[in-house]
């Protein structure tokens, strides 16, 4: 099992920078990828960015050049830092963690709003 804790979210005006974080317990050990989604109002979760343990990257076109995802190993975290925000990044983000297994895990979900 593996528990996951998501810290910063809020809200920022269009233009505007935020980080989210993201901290795993548990069995850690497992964990291959790690990730952002985020979940629109009326739409699906999609795909924010991902970040393997040996540090590949992938992103939603949508976000390439603005946001940056990075993890420590040591500290088992992961960070999304966004930058040049858009009213359209608007969701509730959630951390996702891969496991060897492969399983899947889910934080709780945390809120950006960008608005003026």
């Known amino acids: 099992q593996v528990q996951l804790v998501e810290s910063g979210g809020g809200l920022v005006q269009p233009g505007g920078s935020l980080r989210l974080s993201c901290a795993a317990s548990?069995?850690?050990?497992?964990?291959?990828?790690m990730g952002w989604y985020r979940q629109a109002p009326g739409k699906q979760r999609e795909l924010v960015a991902t970040?393997?343990?040996?540090?590949?990257?992938n992103y939603a076109d949508s976000v390439k050049g603005r946001f940056s995802i990075s993890r420590d190993n040591a500290k088992i975290t992961v960070n999304l830092q966004m930058n040049s925000l858009k009213v359209e990044d608007t969701g509730v983000y959630y951390c996702?963690?891969?496991?060897?297994?492969?399983?899947?895990?889910w934080g709780q979900g945390t809120q950006v709003t960008v608005s003026s």
């Open positions: 996702q963690v891969e496991t060897r297994a492969p399983r899947y895990y």
């Open positions: 548990g069995s850690t050990f497992t964990i291959v990828a």
């Open positions: 970040i393997t343990r040996d540090g590949r990257t």
